[in-house]
C-alpha cells in the first residue's frame, strides 16, 4: 500500500462552497490541474461513474463510494492489479476550515502504479486544493 495526504485550512469559504464546487463535475477541470474535461454518470452519489480525459493522456473511469454531503467523497480508480482511492474531506475546525486530500494505492501492483500515477497526482494536490478554494470563493 502506498498513501500521500496533503491538507490545507483556510477561513476563505464554507463547507457549502466546497462540496458546491466538488459536487458539480462541471466545475472540476477548473480546479482539477490534471484534467481536460469531465462527466458525470448519475447523481453524485455513491456509485455514480465520472469519466474524464488525463491532460496529455487517457480518457479515465472513475466510482465515487463513500460519499457524505458537505463531509467527504471518495473516487475510485480500478487499475491491473491495484486500485487508488482519492478520498476528499472537509472539516470545519477552531482554525477554519480544513481540507484533506488523500490518494492511496492498494493491491498486489501498487507499487508499479505508484510510479506511473500516484506520485504525479499526489505532486499536483497542492496546487489543485489553491484552486478548489479560489473557484468555490465565486459559488
Known amino acids: 500500500m502506498w498513501q500521500s495526504t496533503h491538507s490545507v485550512i483556510t477561513n ?9 464546487v466538488w459536487s458539480d463535475i462541471t466545475l472540476r477541470q477548473q480546479w482539477d490541474t ?9 447523481p453524485f452519489a455513491n ?5 474524464f480525459k488525463v491532460k496529455g493522456g487517457p480518457k ?15 473516487d475510485r480508480t480500478k487499475f491491473p492489479g ?3 482511492d482519492g478520498i476528499h474531506a472537509v472539516e470545519e475546525t477552531a ?8 490518494f492511496k494505492i492498494t493491491g498486489p ?3 508499479l502504479w505508484r510510479k506511473l500515477v500516484g506520485e504525479k497526482v ?18
Request: proline residues 3%.
Open 12 to 20: 476563505k469559504v464554507t463547507k457549502e462552497q466546497i462540496w458546491h
Open 34 to 42: 490534471d484534467i481536460e474535461w469531465a462527466t458525470l454518470e448519475g
Open 47 to 51: 456509485d455514480s461513474i465520472i469519466r
Open 60 to 74: 479515465v473511469k472513475m466510482c465515487l463510494v463513500d460519499c457524505m454531503p458537505y463531509s467527504s467523497f471518495t
Open 82 to 84: 491495484a486500485t487508488m
Open 95 to 102: 482554525e477554519g476550515l480544513k481540507l484533506t486530500t488523500t
Open 109 to 111: 501492483l501498487s507499487f
Open 122 to 139: 499526489a505532486a499536483t494536490i497542492p496546487e489543485q486544493t489553491e484552486m478548489l478554494i479560489k473557484v468555490a470563493m465565486t459559488k
